[in-house]
């Protein structure tokens, strides 16, 4: 099989006998994007593709339809997303071919961090953790150099190429909806959804706040806007993979009802690590 050479801030997707799949070199896995026709020949192929290109791990969101095709496979199944597909349930699934990413560290400590979120965490009150007079509208072109430095500040590494400006304007003018939290002209704090239009599912991610205004209800307040957006443009699914580590965004999407799914043991490569990621899920639309 071919070493492919992609460059970590630029896509690089390849197809495998009709499978398109995306080498991550960033986050040193492959992800499956579409296994609608998945077969046992393309998925050892897919591995191939995988070992030789130094992927620590495969990733895939499937249907219940080609689950058994993946888990005779050796892939586990980390998670679930509700109505992922237009209403229908995705099993998030994982191959490690680097057996030592597959340890994941500190798991008790994680799996008691979300109890503790889903016992403790209330319900969010539109704007009732707002002290501070700050204003959030949708992100423009002209918002990027200031978001990049947002995202440089607050990451020293991130899964996505979120510190370079020309990845955000590519993103902004397709399929990733940006919403700013503004204070006396100044950006504080950001998220997106990142939005799959066919399946009617988004990603709720990107989630950055200057470390002063931490504590404000500032991303709290961001994803109730992002929310009430595309709950407008009927999306059926929202999802967020947060860091298992982090006990504000994990505290935030329990305010907001997102409901735990599971965890992506050693996911991606954020704050100069491979971290585990919790998987959030919610329904705000009904499911026919």
């Known amino acids: 099989m071919k070493k492919f050479q ?13 499978i398109k799949i995306y080498l991550d070199n960033m986050n ?9 026709n998945i077969s046992v020949q393309a998925l050892e192929k897919i591995i191939d593709v995988a070992t030789v290109n130094q992927a620590g791990k495969i990733i895939v969101n499937t249907d219940i339809s080609n689950l058994k095709i993946f888990t005779e496979a050796g892939f586990n199944i980390e998670g679930k997303i509700a109505g992922f597909f237009k ?5 998030c699934l994982s191959y490690f071919i680097d057996s030592k990413r597959k340890i994941a560290a500190n798991s008790v400590e994680k799996d008691m961090l979300v109890r503790q979120c889903i016992k403790k965490h209330g319900k969010y009150i539109a704007g009732g953790s707002n002290t501070l007079p700050y204003s959030i509208r949708t992100a ?13 500040a607050v990451f020293s ?10 990845y955000l304007s590519q993103t902004m003018n397709r399929n990733v909806l940006y919403k700013i939290a503004e204070l006396e002209g100044k950006i504080i704090g950001i998220a997106s959804a990142d939005m799959d239009i066919v399946n009617l599912n988004a990603e709720m991610t990107d989630c950055a706040t200057y470390a002063e205004y931490r504590g404000k209800g500032v991303l709290s307040n961001i994803i109730n806007e992002l929310e009430s ?28 009802e997102y409901i735990y799914a599971g965890r992506l043991i050693n ?7 491979f971290e585990d990621m919790n998987i959030w899920t919610k329904n705000i639309h009904p499911i026919n």
Not at 6 to 18: F, G, H, L, P
């Open 6 to 18: 992609c460059d970590a801030e630029n896509d690089c997707k390849i197809t495998i006998d009709t």
């Open 28 to 36: 040193k896995r492959v992800k499956i994007l579409d296994s609608s």
């Open 87 to 91: 209403g229908k349930d995705a099993y």
């Open 140 to 152: 423009t072109q002209r918002d990027i150099r200031e978001i990049a430095a947002l995202f440089s």
């Open 157 to 166: 590494t991130y899964p996505t190429p979120v510190y370079d400006e020309d």
């Open 229 to 256: 957006e595309l709950r407008n443009r009927n999306f059926i699914t929202l999802y967020s993979l947060s860091r298992a580590i982090n006990t504000g965004i994990n505290m935030v999407l329990c305010k907001h």
């Open 267 to 273: 996911n991606c490569n954020i704050c100069g690590a």
